[in-house]
């Protein structure tokens, strides 16, 4: 899997968009960027995923730049209920296997 | 529609016994995962199943660890003899063949080892 990087914490006001980084340096053309999020004590949750277009759900947004060698996974308005730790994966493209680093654990505070 | 079940939800055990976890993945996904996450620490892979067969279980300490996926539906992960350094949450997670961004995880199983 193409190594990525991600802060180890952030803090995020109630209301505010939230905006998570994420480097990705050594994507091959045809790896697409995935985002999971695991809140306490529950599984790991699909939240969104691209290749080289910006993409938006009902969840987030995923901003991935031109090189493709960083992406920013953004929430529209954080909720107290989007407090959980953020995974950046990027699997080999001839695998759907999907690792996980430490991820990146978002507070929203009130 | 169910999500991927597992039981039991927590469990405690005294070092050197055997413990069993299930799982019970979503109707129509025919690849299943076995995670461990540490405290602090994303989930690792242990095993993946596609149908009834392991096609990934290098991460598997073998020498206590096994699993099974009877039909190519149910799981069921078992450690014995279990040790301390096996406290952890067991994930399972299934997932539609040939595809990342589905994975359905279950809300895992919380082992204490004392």
């Known amino acids: 899997d193409a190594k990525t990087t991600q802060p180890t914490s952030m803090d995020c006001a109630e209301g505010r968009a939230a905006n998570l980084p994420c480097n990705h340096s050594?994507?091959?053309?045809?790896?697409?960027v995935y985002w999971y999020r695991q809140i306490h004590s529950q599984g790991p949750q699909y939240i969104i995923h691209?290749?080289?277009n910006n993409e938006t759900n009902e969840m987030a947004s995923l901003i991935i730049t031109e090189d493709r060698k960083s992406s920013t996974l953004i929430l529209p308005h954080a909720t107290l209920r989007d407090t959980a730790v953020y995974y950046c994966?990027?699997?080999?493209?001839?695998?759907?296997?999907?690792?996980f680093g430490a991820g990146t654990t978002v507070t929203v505070r009130a | 529609e169910a999500g991927v079940v597992q039981s039991p939800r927590y469990k405690i055990i005294e070092k050197k016994q055997p413990v069993a976890f299930w799982c019970n993945p979503i109707?129509?996904?025919?690849?299943l995962y076995w995670y461990r996450q540490n405290l602090g620490q994303g989930p690792e892979l242990l095993i993946r199943?596609?149908?009834?067969?392991?096609?990934?279980d290098s991460q598997l300490p073998k020498d206590r660890f096994s699993a099974e996926r009877l039909k190519g539906v149910d799981s069921t992960l078992k450690i014995q003899p279990a040790e301390l350094g096996d406290s952890a949450v067991y994930l399972c997670?299934?997932?539609?063949?040939?595809?990342?961004?589905?994975?359905?995880f279950g809300s895992g199983t919380r082992l204490t080892v004392v």
């Open positions: 994966i990027v699997p080999r493209s001839n695998d759907y296997k999907l690792s």
């Open positions: 109707s129509g996904h025919n690849t």
């Open positions: 691209g290749l080289k």
């Open positions: 050594t994507i091959s053309g045809n790896e697409y």
């Open positions: 199943y596609e149908n009834e067969e392991a096609v990934d």
């Open positions: 997670a299934s997932s539609a063949l040939g595809t990342a961004y589905g994975y359905t």
